[in-house]
T-cell receptor, first 112, second 113 residues
Framework: EDKVVQSPLSLVVHEGDTVTLNCSYE??????LLWYKQEKKAPTFLFML????IEKKSGRLSSILDKKELFSILNITATQTGDSAVYLC????????????FGKGTRLSVIA | DAGVTQSPTHLIKTRGQQVTLRCSPK?????VSWYQQALGQGPQFIFQ???????QRGNFPDRFSGHQFPNYSSELNVNALLLGDSALYLC????????????FGDGTRLSIL
């Protein structure tokens, strides 16, 4: 059973649209949730969330965590073609044998 | 400020061979983790090194082994390569054991024929 589930798996939008990407996770021993953007190679770090209800923002990107309902969302407003990438959600659990458990990712394609 | 660097960029091997991948962590980082990313999947954790010791290990067979050197750089070794080992191998570094976020390198694309 997957511990971290992302949806949708892929998404095609037009430039200027707003998108919401979802990540749900298991509650056991949750420590933090991280979002990464992966274009061609290296996943690049976007946000790290540990507290519920506190929005993190960087330019047109924002993210929030809901520890009661066990999910996080990543919002991108006024999308641009440069936002096209795979967005990965990863959860850090305080026990177990792996520091980060990744979801399968959401592939976002922004077309002009 | 040098980020995480990995070598080589691409590698082609045949079944049964052995391979060594290399990683230099981001400047100032002392913890290195290795991940395997198959096509269309998220990265899967292989193992993590801190103070030259393997600290955590994911669900990978003993064919996968590693090493960390005193300068914090690391190697990933895979023996008896299988077709299923074809993947992007990512190295990530962080400051201090158990700390996030991890910063990733561009990876080594390994193809097994």
């Amino acid at each position: 059973e997957d511990k971290v589930v992302q949806s949708p798996l892929s998404l095609v939008v037009h430039e200027g649209d707003t998108v919401t990407l979802n990540c749900s996770y298991e509650v056991t021993n949750f420590r933090s949730l991280l979002w990464y953007k992966q274009e061609k190679k290296a996943p690049t770090f976007l946000f790290m969330l540990t507290s519920s209800g506190i929005e993190k923002k960087s330019g047109r990107l924002s993210s929030i965590l809901d520890k009661k309902e066990l999910f996080s969302i990543l919002n991108i407003t006024a999308t641009q073609t440069g936002d096209s990438a795979v967005y990965l959600c990863a959860v850090e659990y305080s026990s177990g044998n792996t520091p980060l458990v990744f979801g399968k990712g959401t592939r976002l394609s922004v077309i002009a | 400020d040098a980020g995480v660097t990995q070598s080589p960029t691409h590698l082609i091997k045949t079944r049964g061979q052995q391979v060594t991948l290399r990683c230099s962590p981001k400047s100032g980082h002392d913890t290195v983790s290795w991940y395997q990313q198959a096509l269309g999947q998220g990265p899967q954790f292989i193992f993590q090194y801190y103070e030259e010791e393997e600290r955590q290990r994911g669900n990978f067979p003993d064919r996968f082994s590693g090493h960390q050197f005193p300068n914090y750089s690391s190697e990933l070794n895979v023996n008896a390569l299988l077709l299923g080992d074809s993947a992007l191998y990512l190295c990530a570094s962080s400051l201090g054991y158990g700390n996030q976020p991890q910063h990733f390198g561009d990876g080594t694309r390994l193809s097994i024929l």
